[in-house]
């Protein structure tokens, strides 16, 4: 007994060295998936938090602007691109919506301004830097295309029906009420780091331990053969993973590396935020069930459509 006990630390000693070795590469990998991203985090939040405390009001009088213009089916293209602009989440959205649909604003234009704000805001664009350019215009592209795409889809798919049904949604309380606008602007940064950094620094880990266990091979095998299988593959596994936008980042910007194509990031970056837990919770309270079907078929569709575009123009 006394033997077996005297030989334990011997036994156990190979075991703690390969712990301790690969914690050492997992740091290593971790350490330098955040050098490479925090700077863009942490500016994009600096850039959503000034947008939404001094810029908001401004965005949301643009759209409100544009009622009693005769523009037609263009309008969905100034609406998708306000969408972008505006800093809320998609249930801060939903009440300016309510408010723009409840003075008479056309359904087409409402939908192409909510399906690109659920897409896309300055930080998340921003943040998008740290992909490379080329994601960033791909990325601001694709869900710009993507709001007028559902605004043109209520336009001529619902003339004679309503789309939206606002009456059953209960706005959120604004915390952006303090008197001065430095306190406000900080205490919103608080806000958005508390919020985004759990995600961020999850993102960070989740692509350290791709880099480290999962091989190059692996993901050529999944993102690299069959172009139009990756693009589905990329589609579908943006609806489970995709928690905030944030923590995201890190992911594909490992999966990049390894071999996925940007017409597969495209892809990703669309169903993601659309079928994020949290925007899925407010567009079925305003669309309702039938109506909630179709949106979540449109987004997957022009997915997979914008990412095989995407990937066909990049081969050219």
Not at 31 to 49: C, K, N
């Amino acid at each position: 007994m006394g033997d077996a006990a005297a030989g334990l630390p011997a036994l156990l000693a190979p075991a703690a060295e390969i712990v301790k070795r690969e914690f050492v590469y997992f740091w290593y990998y971790v350490d330098i998936q955040f050098r490479q991203i925090a700077g863009y985090w942490i500016v994009g939040m600096l850039l959503g938090s000034f947008v939404s405390v001094f810029g908001k009001e401004k965005i949301h009088g643009m759209f409100a602007g544009m009622r009693g213009k005769k523009l037609g089916a263009l309008g969905v293209v100034p609406a998708s691109l306000i969408g972008i602009a505006s800093p809320l989440c998609m249930y801060g959205t939903i009440p300016i919506a309510a408010s723009f649909a409840a003075k008479g604003m056309g359904e087409d234009w409402l939908a192409a301004f909510m399906m690109s704000s659920i897409l896309l805001n300055p930080q998340l664009l921003f943040y998008s830097a740290a992909l490379g350019p080329a994601a960033v215009l791909i990325r601001f592209a694709g869900c710009f295309l993507c709001g007028v795409a559902a605004g043109l889809c209520v336009r001529f798919f619902f003339r004679k029906r309503t789309f939206f049904n606002f009456g059953g949604f209960i706005a959120p309380e604004n915390h952006d009420t303090d008197p001065n606008p430095v306190l406000r602007f900080l205490k919103n940064f608080g806000r958005n780091a508390k919020t985004t950094g759990p995600y961020f620094l999850a993102g960070v880990v989740l692509s350290a331990l791709f880099q480290r266990y999962v091989p190059g091979e692996a993901m050529a095998a999944l993102f690299g053969g069959n172009p139009g299988f990756g693009v589905l593959m990329a589609a579908t596994v943006g609806v489970p993973l995709y928690m905030c936008g944030g923590g995201t980042i890190p992911l594909l910007m490992s999966w990049l590396q390894k071999g996925m194509s940007m017409g597969q990031a495209a892809a990703f970056m669309i169903t993601g935020p659309a079928t994020k837990i949290t925007n899925l919770g407010a567009v079925k309270i305003v669309l309702g069930a039938k109506n909630f079907i179709i949106y979540l078929a449109f987004a997957i569709a022009f997915a997979l459509l914008g990412g095989l575009f995407t990937d066909y123009v990049l081969r050219l």
